[in-house]
């Protein structure tokens, strides 16, 4: 590529900066297998690296011109690859960059990925919001190829190329080669790399089965052999269980989720090819943990429709076997114990509540039969808390008993203590536990309780993360639950210490999503750090700044949610937000526009399973979709069916609001001051005082309740 000093040069929205630094690194990092270096391509003499590459860092205005600086790289540049989403669409700067390339080199030497919305979506009759072309782009073919069979356009989307191809493609477009070229290349080295991890330990396995039958058919040395062969067999199981267990574990806490897909992915392969039903116990004991630590890195990355046939069928397995084996029932119950950890998980994304309460019954009574023999080993014991802390979760999820709850999460607590006292990383599991209990107090106990809970809760995982500083998961929980306490403080009317803790968090989120852009559930954490600066605005009346960090946090989740197998509780928090932006509608004046919204609120409830209300996050959600109801239905002077709201709300929340979270309360206290049940609503008040509940609304109507009881 003589003669250009820029491979490539970038243009993006700088609303998808992530995806541009996900791209830029992918290209950088990439090594040219040496064959094809000096060897003609598209574009001249293919280079050692693409380390050349230039990404323009600020957003142009529209009617501007570009940067000197900017058309002196365009001219420099080989080729242009464009970052194609409806933020590009509509980007005067992309536009503006496309034209002027266009008119220094040419078409051909333009490529693009598409990393959201649809290409041609007018001409294809689809919404053209959803158009991710910008303009000098439209009309362009999703397959289109240059001369030398390169690809111009790679569809980064999961209903498209997927992130891997789509860089194989644009790595291939700006070498100007064909692209099977670089599968098959990139399919030897991981094929190399598979072989380096797992190649010694099956071919151990099947040089020992030959060793076994010669062993078997020679009569001198029958007895050396066969000994020799089962050593050899016990060595090549073990490096399995090494690789299945230990590295898999290691990989997953260093967020290392390709290389886990690959050797899970082989290890599973081999598994697969046995007889199933006819494997051993520790053949479905390895089984179990390739498959539990597969599952664990799809539900990470919001793909849990991927795993959950898997690991529903991997619960039923175990169970069989259990049930079948009169033999080495230990090894069975510890299988079947973590089949049903990965399958409480999956269930509990998916909603089914029914069926985690089922699979927590059923571990503590096989942990209860592995105790009565004495078994008090580490991983036991921290089954034991785990269950503990997923029964006490449910009690509060699903039926609101937060005694009850408290009494497990707490017995939970006390076993993770005993553990951490020789293991530091368990102090990250104690955090998780008091983050628990945090949460519960915010339903019943004074929330300067939570808060405290919650603060020790962060201390314990700062402990862990820096004893184990690579362990990714403990490192972004601590930043995560930053977030859980700026809600907790906004409900204490503590705007700027919720503001401090959403600072933390996303600052601490920021870097591990950069370096791993396809991690749709810690995208969405992050996303609700925006969701509680918009809430914090709303209650300090900045209604213009609430209302455009809500709107653009529900635009990205939505996105997101559309092109990924999300959680039931993401789904929630999505609606939420969305509620929390009609509020805003309503108090800039914009009814026709919050009414849209409401109505689209109204109908995603109506195709909600039962379950849904059921839960906490279901609770407290439809408790604000009421709270935005009520408040548009009064602003357009609908006083009867605001009344009706008021009345439906009331019902829902009143018999057992005292195990409810304060902003429940606080939406109930609303309806009945509406309705003009002063007693009821100086009993709720009260309450939420004493609990210290603090917003600026709920402060001002009750100074106007307590007046009212003095005249």
Not at 154 to 178: F, Y
Not at 194 to 218: D, E, Q, V, W
Not at 482 to 506: P, R, V
Request: hydrophobic residues 40%; charged residues 25%; aromatic residues 8%.
């Amino acid at each position: 590529m003589s003669g250009f000093e820029y491979n490539a040069f970038v243009s993006y929205s700088h609303a998808d900066d992530l995806w541009a630094r996900w791209i830029l690194r992918g290209l950088e990092s990439y090594r040219v297998p040496r064959h094809l270096v000096g060897t003609e391509g598209t574009h001249g003499p293919i280079p050692k690296r693409l380390n050349k590459i230039f990404r323009d860092r600020e957003e142009l205005a529209a009617g501007h011109c570009l940067d000197k600086k900017i058309e002196e790289a365009l001219r420099k540049s080989q080729v242009l690859l464009v970052v194609c989403s409806p933020n590009a669409a509509t980007s005067y700067g992309v536009a503006r960059e496309i034209e002027l390339f266009k008119e220094m080199r040419g078409e051909e030497h333009i490529f693009y990925i598409i990393i959201d919305g649809e290409p041609n979506a007018a001409a294809r009759g689809l919404d053209s919001r959803l158009e991710c072309f910008p303009t000098p782009l439209i009309g362009k073919q999703e397959q289109a190829t240059n001369p030398y069979q390169a690809p111009l356009a790679a569809d980064a989307r999961p209903s498209g190329d997927g992130k891997r191809q789509a860089l194989q493609k644009v790595i291939a477009g700006i070498l100007g080669i064909n692209l099977d070229t670089l599968v098959r290349r990139d399919l030897q080295r991981r094929q190399r790399r598979m072989a380096l991890i797992t190649g010694s330990a099956l071919l151990g396995m099947t040089l020992t089965s030959a060793l076994a039958f010669h062993a078997y058919r020679s009569s001198e040395q029958s007895l050396a052999a066969l000994a020799h062969a089962q050593r050899q067999q016990d060595e090549a199981e073990s490096l399995i269980r090494f690789i299945s267990g230990r590295i898999n574990h290691t990989l997953w806490r260093r967020g290392q989720d390709d290389l886990i897909r690959d050797i899970t992915d082989r290890l599973i392969q081999h598994y697969e090819g046995q007889n199933r039903p006819n494997m051993g116990p520790e053949e479905i004991s390895r089984y179990a943990a390739s498959l539990e630590f597969l599952a664990r890195t799809q539900m990470e990355n919001s793909q849990n429709h991927r795993v959950a046939e898997l690991i529903d069928g991997l619960v039923e397995t175990t169970r069989a076997q259990l049930s079948a084996s009169a033999e080495n029932k230990d090894n069975l119950y510890t299988t079947h114990i973590g089949a049903l950890g990965v399958g409480y998980l999956s269930n509990y994304l998916r909603g089914n509540f029914d069926v985690c309460q089922q699979m927590v019954d059923e571990r503590f009574d096989l942990l209860n039969a592995i105790l009565k023999t004495g078994n008090t080993e580490r991983h036991i014991k921290g089954w034991l808390s785990d269950t503990y802390m997923a029964r006490g979760h449910l009690k509060m999820l699903r039926e609101a008993l937060p005694g009850e709850a408290v009494t497990d999460i707490e017995h939970g607590i006390k076993i993770r203590r005993e553990i951490a006292e020789n293991n530091p990383l368990w102090l990250g599991s104690v955090g998780g536990g008091l983050r628990y209990l945090a949460n519960i107090y915010m339903e019943y106990a004074p929330i300067a309780h939570a808060i405290e809970k919650q603060q020790e809760a962060l201390a314990n995982y700062k402990t862990a993360a820096q004893s184990v500083p690579q362990d990714l998961p403990t490192k972004f929980l601590q930043h995560r639950f930053y977030l859980e306490l700026a809600d907790m403080k906004l409900q204490a009317g503590n705007a700027s210490g919720a503001l401090e803790a959403i600072d933390l968090a996303q600052s601490g989120m920021a870097p591990i999503i950069e370096a791993r852009p396809w991690d749709i559930r810690k995208k969405i954490h992050f996303l609700l750090g925006n969701a509680l600066r918009g809430q914090q605005s709303l209650l300090l009346e900045d209604t213009e700044i609430a209302y455009s960090y809500l709107h653009d946090t529900a635009t990205e989740l939505g996105s997101i949610l559309a092109s990924s197998d999300e959680s039931s509780d993401a789904f929630t928090w999505f609606l939420d937000v969305k509620a929390w932006e009609a509020k805003a509608l309503v108090q800039l004046g914009r009814h026709t526009e919050a009414s849209k919204l409401v109505n689209e609120i109204d109908i995603a409830l109506k195709s909600r399973p039962k379950t849904f209300f059921e839960s906490h996050f279901g609770r407290r959600m439809t408790a604000n979709f009421l709270d935005a109801s009520i408040e548009l239905q009064r602003a357009l002077g609908e006083q009867e069916a605001a009344s009706a709201l008021c009345l439906l709300t009331i019902e829902k929340f009143w018999k057992n609001q005292e195990n409810y979270h304060p902003a429940i309360r606080a939406t109930l206290l609303k309806a009945l001051d509406i309705l003009g049940k002063r007693e009821e609503a100086k009993l709720v008040s009260n309450s939420l005082y004493g609990l210290g509940y603090r917003s600026r609304e709920f402060l001002a109507l009750k100074d106007r309740l307590d007046s009212s009881s003095g005249e």
